[in-house]
């Protein structure tokens, strides 16, 4: 296969049949200004040639050191099929329209949440959200919720991908896909 996302597809079916949980989970590193590389889990909620999609609040950790260096590297580990894929390359802002559309599909109380998580900031108790997220709850009583304007997505732009299978003596397979203009280079790399 030429294709990169094309396999992609074809792993991540294989993926949602076989993970017992959250087949779309990713691990998404960043380096902000000081260096320090930083990583954590989120979920995809979209996929192409044009990237892997995620949401997440903009004035986290992740948002300011995407703000600072728009650049990203994701993981797929897949340990039910024992495989990873690996997916490097720089980072744009979803179009405001596409993450109102995501925002408007989740549930209340995850729309809430958006709302009153001042996500990565420090947290005196626990008694101190949860009274945010009733006042947001007033709030809002009786309408829709809106995106709130520090939450929105952020689009990974693959410039290389990698694909990595389980073999028997750890003689794994790893398959690694280049953009090159509008196509993709493929080749090996040694395990
Ligand atoms: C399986 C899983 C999925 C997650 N998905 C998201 C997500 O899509 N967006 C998000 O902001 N945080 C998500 N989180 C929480 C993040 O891992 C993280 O705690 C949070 O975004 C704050 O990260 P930061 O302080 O580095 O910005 C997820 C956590 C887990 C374990």
């Known amino acids: 296969m030429t294709d990169p996302l094309a396999l992609f597809d074809e792993w991540f079916a294989e993926a949602r049949t076989a993970e017992i949980n959250d087949p779309e989970a990713m691990s998404l590193a960043t380096v902000g200004s000081d260096g320090q590389p930083s990583v954590r889990m989120v979920l995809m909620k979209g996929h192409g040639p044009e990237g892997f999609v995620f949401y997440t609040n903009e004035q986290s950790a992740k948002g300011e050191q995407l703000r600072d260096n728009p650049r990203a590297g994701l993981l797929f580990h897949w340990k039910s099929l024992r495989r990873q894929v690996r997916v490097e390359g720089p980072v744009e802002r ?36 949860e009274a945010r997220f009733e006042g947001v709850e007033r709030k809002f009583d009786g309408q829709d919720i809106p995106r709130p304007p520090h939450w ?24 690694l896909f280049t953009r090159e203009g509008d196509s993709w280079r493929a080749g090996l790399l040694y395990p």
Do not use: K, M, N
Not at 152 to 175: A, K, N
């Open 152 to 175: 929105g997505g952020y689009r990974v732009v693959p410039e290389r991908i990698e694909f990595w299978s389980d073999r028997p003596h750890r003689l794994h397979e790893r398959r």
């Open 94 to 129: 979803v179009p405001g329209g596409d993450a109102d559309a995501y925002f408007a599909s989740r549930g209340r109380d995850s729309q809430i949440g958006a709302w009153a998580s001042d996500q990565s900031r420090t947290l005196d108790s626990r008694g101190t959200f």
